[in-house]
């Protein structure tokens, strides 16, 4: 039960700056999930959390307990924090069974010999992997190795548990089962997670928030749907979705409290009430109308409203198929559920509702008009 | 917003903070008392020996005319442009240089086809010969020497070698001098090449060379052009090493060349150091190891940037073995004709010149003895002081000094391997980091015998106003030398060690509640042990053999059976002498055999 609060951390390695001004703060219960492409900054983040770095600038606070205040080099050591980390290499350590391994922990903090026996079986229950108890790491398969070290995470009963790409060396069918298991231990733990990853489809399933990374940046914090609806900026805009949204070009105009935009498609106006608090430039200007593949829906025959579009080409998957698709000179995606069968350079009629269309400010790169 | 490192007023709290942070961690009290240690043993013992250099001693100072300890160039003058520079300097200097790139010439061909043929020919028996192929390196290099001297010796140093006792007139310039030098060095440092080409012929990934296959090149095109370009950064390096080796190398040289007067660096340094003006010997090993230094960092600058593809393709379990054909037979003999030369033959000699009464005279009945081994002295059919070493009391103080030598010095390296290992990996990238690996590759560049005498001018006083008392001529010494000398080898093998502890396994102790000590015993210890051992033996055996490092400072005392059997050489006890090299040679294989059960690989020592 804690709530963790991040201000103004700042991280060095030597001259590199990889942690800039990072304000956070992490709800009781949360599942929260630090996300973007490697190297921005989210598993130093984790690790400043956790006390394996320490950062040069700021404060953190668990439940207002001061961690790390930098500005009196105070650090609390990591066993103090009252955390557990699971490693994405899973750390097992190889010269211990797994019975070792989950009591090593429990051991050196002096509990009770029966407590000791308690949490470790029921550890191993929740992660069901009883059977193991007395293999050697090596003697696991990845997935169990996996099991192991969360089990042995939880053990401790931590009161934030930390998760740095913990699936990312699992293959695709493990990958989802496990996603399943993690989101049960959260909802049976009651924990506050904290959980590294690149891979955006761990992050919308499985996250009550996303704080997404960006070169050292938190570029935004939002609940999983939030973000994938309405990305702050074009670059998470880019990053969140698969496939990947469609970008057109247009040009924009804001008069009378209306937003009238101009693309090969077709022209919106979009009113006050959708638009975001940045700044709109005067007169007109170049904008990016970003609208997701799901909300390009096909007709084949023309009807009220649709525009004629041509057939790029055609992908159908089972159970999805996705159609390239061309209005003038730009090329755009749709995503349909199902089989679908066009040919190429069939002229098909899309239907797109604007109000699902995301409108950024180019210069900026900024979202201006949000989706509903 | 962009934020900077700033600097922050003063604040106590923060100050007691951050003093705690330091304090409170074991580790940084560790590599604080490292890095003083480390430099306390390396780097003022190279400044004093500079220093020395420029003082004037007691020895010189009615010559010089200068007050004892006052500064002065007159040693740097007589080894650079004195009357005598030539002897003392430029002609030696001139011998080393011909004899290590002769070394280099013949040895690194030879190791390298043998590391081909060990990793990539399907030539028969590769399992036996790649044993094979490494005994000759096990044997030390001055045991090699008298070998070559029970084969070769003539009437020159009085007693007949085996050919000259067959009455074949064997010339001078063959028995001794800069030939015969060449060849046993060659003989002993074709292990470098051979260990450095055969780890990278089994790194390189074989579809390389199947693509120039593919490509249509036949097999002495894709070894012209694809396997030899990739292994050329680690021939090289091999040059390096055996160059930077064989310069410095003391007993070869000793036994081969000083009895018709041919010197080298190595040798006539160590003339200078034991008798007068020893600073002169001290700027020679200068000389030395500015060579070393010289020839190291530029190979460094040429294939630095190069070498990075040394290791390329990481897939190299996979390996296909190239048909011989019709080579198959040639190659095989001359295999079984490198391993005759270098390893039968002269063992063959060896041990049976221990049985003669005298030497070259045949194996007649009437000229064989037990007596060498364990003869008294009242026994002897020739004059002799000596009894048979079993009988011969100093014998029985030698083999006790050997292993009282090889086994405190070899716990203590392998100890403070493991441990400067661990900070070398834990700080990698950080400044004490790079720091102890420096440190710790100082003693590398040095000969043996500029080594020590380095830490005999260091140690034949009290120092720090007796806080480290006069060590000269004991035992403790000369384990102070063996063990620093060791460094370089000792921490590669703990730094390989400790990479392979992943730094996660130590944090996830860290977040367990563990402390240093903790981790320490219960996570890194337990999964360093093997390569704790393994590096432990390695050391053990390098130190067993060692000769050229402890020759300066052994007495009768402290002297051990590599330096026992030196002496019995230059006083003409040939036969005792053999006997004596013959015990150490069984003394390093039965220690090369237990080191394999514990999987030390030979391919990491130097």
Redesign the interface.
């Known amino acids: 039960m804690s709530r963790i609060e991040l201000k103004h951390i700042d991280k060095f390695y030597g001259d590199n700056h990889v942690l800039r001004d990072i304000n956070l703060v992490i709800e009781d219960g949360d599942f929260m999930t630090l996300l973007g492409p490697s190297g921005c900054g989210k598993t130093t983040t984790l690790r400043v959390v956790s006390g394996l770095e320490k950062p040069q600038n700021g404060v953190m606070t668990i439940d207002g307990e001061e961690m790390i205040n930098a500005d009196l080099a105070f650090y609390a050591e990591p066993s103090k924090r009252g955390l557990n980390l699971v490693f994405q290499s899973y750390a097992l350590w190889p010269h211990m069974t797994v019975r070792e391994n989950i009591a090593f922990g429990l051991k050196i903090q002096k509990l009770p010999k029966d407590e000791i026996e308690k949490r470790l079986k029921d550890s191993l229950r929740m992660m069901r992997i009883e059977e193991y108890i007395d293999r050697y790491p090596n003697e696991l398969s990845g997935g169990q190795q996996q099991r192991v070290a969360i089990a042995r995470a939880v053990a401790s009963n931590p009161k934030l548990l930390l998760l740095d790409e913990p699936l990312s060396n699992l293959d695709a069918r493990l990958r989802i089962d496990m996603r399943s298991e993690l989101q049960r231990i959260h909802r049976e733990l009651g924990t506050t997670i904290i959980y590294v990853t690149h891979d955006q489809v761990e992050a919308l399933t499985m996250s009550t928030k996303i704080a997404l990374f960006k070169a050292g940046e938190l570029s935004q914090v939002d609940a999983p749907m939030d973000l994938y609806m309405n990305p702050i900026d074009l670059e998470a805009a880019d990053f969140i979705g698969n496939p990947r949204i469609n970008f057109l070009e247009g040009t924009g105009r804001y008069e009378n409290g209306k937003l009238m935009v101009k693309c090969e498609l077709k022209d919106y106006t979009f009113d006050k009430a959708d638009m975001t608090d940045e700044k709109i430039p005067n007169g007109e200007f170049p904008v990016v109308v970003a609208i997701r593949p799901e909300q390009v829906h096909i007709t084949p025959d023309a009807e009220p409203g649709a525009l004629p579009v041509k057939v790029y080409a055609n992908q159908p998957a089972g159970s999805e198929t996705l159609v390239s698709l061309q209005a003038g000179k730009s090329d755009f995606l749709s995503k349909q559920i199902g089989l679908a069968q066009y040919s190429i350079d069939q002229t098909v009629y899309v239907h797109i509702d604007p109000n699902k269309i995301n409108i950024y400010d180019a210069k900026s790169t900024r979202l201006i008009k949000r989706a509903k | 917003?962009?934020?900077k490192?700033?600097r922050?007023p003063f604040?106590k709290?923060?100050?007691k903070?951050?003093i705690l942070?330091v304090v409170k961690n074991p580790f940084n009290m560790i590599v604080a008392i490292s890095l003083v240690v480390l430099f306390c043993l390396i780097v003022i013992p190279l400044l004093q020996m500079v220093a020395s250099t420029f003082t004037v001693a007691k020895s010189e100072a009615k010559r010089i005319g200068d007050p004892v300890g006052s500064f002065t160039l007159y040693y740097w003058r007589y080894l650079l442009v004195g009357k005598l520079s030539g002897a003392t300097l430029w002609g030696p200097l001139k011998n080393s240089l011909v004899v290590g790139v002769f070394t280099v010439i013949v040895s690194v061909p030879l190791g390298s086809v043998l590391g081909w043929l060990m990793v990539r020919s399907d030539i028969p028996g590769k399992k036996l010969m790649g044993m094979l192929v490494v005994i000759p390196y096990m044997i030390p290099s001055w045991c090699k020497a008298l070998a070559w001297l029970a084969v070769f010796r003539n009437k020159t140093s009085g007693s007949l070698g085996f050919l000259a006792g067959l009455g074949i007139p064997i010339p001078d310039w063959l028995a001794y001098g800069p030939v015969a030098i060449v060849l046993c060095m060659s003989l002993h440092y074709y292990a470098f090449s051979y260990i450095h080409v055969s780890s990278a012929l089994r790194s390189i990934n074989s579809e390389l060379e199947e693509m120039g296959e593919i490509c249509g090149a036949n097999k002495v095109q894709i070894l012209k052009s694809i396997t030899l370009p990739l292994v050329l950064p680690s021939i090289l390096s091999a040059v390096v090493m055996t160059l930077s080796k064989s310069i410095g190398t003391y007993g070869v040289a000793a036994n081969l060349g000083s009895r018709i007067g041919y010197f080298t660096l190595a040798t006539k340094m160590k003339t200078f150091i034991n008798g007068s003006p020893q600073a002169v010997g001290y700027a020679m090993s200068l000389v030395l190891i500015g060579l070393a230094a010289l020839i190291i960092f530029s190979n460094q600058r040429i294939i630095g940037v190069r070498k990075s593809y040394a290791t390329i393709g990481g897939k190299g379990g996979r390996s296909n073995e190239m048909h011989l054909g019709g080579a198959k037979v040639p190659l095989m003999m001359f295999l079984v004709v490198f391993l005759f030369f270098a390893m039968v033959a002269p063992m063959f000699v060896l041990v049976m010149e221990t049985f003669q009464v005298t030497t070259g005279n045949g194996y007649g009945p009437d000229n064989l003895t037990l007596y060498n081994w364990i003869g008294t002295v009242d026994e002897a059919r020739t004059y002799t002081n000596y009894a048979g070493i079993f009988k011969n009391k100093e014998f029985g103080s030698a083999v006790y000094n050997t292993i009282r030598l090889t086994f405190i010095g070899s716990i203590i390296t392998a100890l403070c391997g493991q441990f400067l290992g661990y900070i070398s990996t834990r700080g990698r990238g950080k400044w004490y980091g790079s720091a102890t690996e420096q440190l710790v590759f100082v003693p590398y560049l040095m000969s043996g015998v500029a080594f020590s005498s380095m830490y005999v001018a260091m140690f034949s006083q009290a120092r720090l106003g007796g806080l480290i008392p006069s060590l000269y001529g004991t035992f403790t010494l000369i384990v102070l030398t063996s063990v620093v000398k060791h460094f370089p080898f000792a921490s590669r093998s703990g730094t390989a060690n400790m990479m392979q502890i992943?730094v996660?396994?130590e944090?996830?102790?860290?977040?367990?509640?563990?402390n240093f000590w903790?981790r320490m015993g219960?996570?890194v210890l337990?999964?360093a042990k093997n390569g704790f051992i393994s590096g432990f033996m390695l050391t053990f055996i390098s130190i067993a053999k060692e000769l050229d490092l402890i020759i300066i400072m052994m007495d009768k005392h402290t002297q051990t059976m590599s330096y026992l059997a030196f002496t019995y050489s230059q006083e003409g006890y040939n036969q005792m002498a053999d006997a004596i090299s013959v015990c150490v040679l069984l003394f390093i294989l039965v220690c090369y055999i237990i080191a394999n059960r514990f999987g030390a690989d030979i391919g990491k020592a130097w």
């Open positions: 917003m962009k934020r490192r700033e922050r604040n709290t923060r100050l903070n951050q942070n992943a996660e396994l944090e996830a102790a860290d977040i367990n509640g563990a903790q219960k996570i337990p999964l």
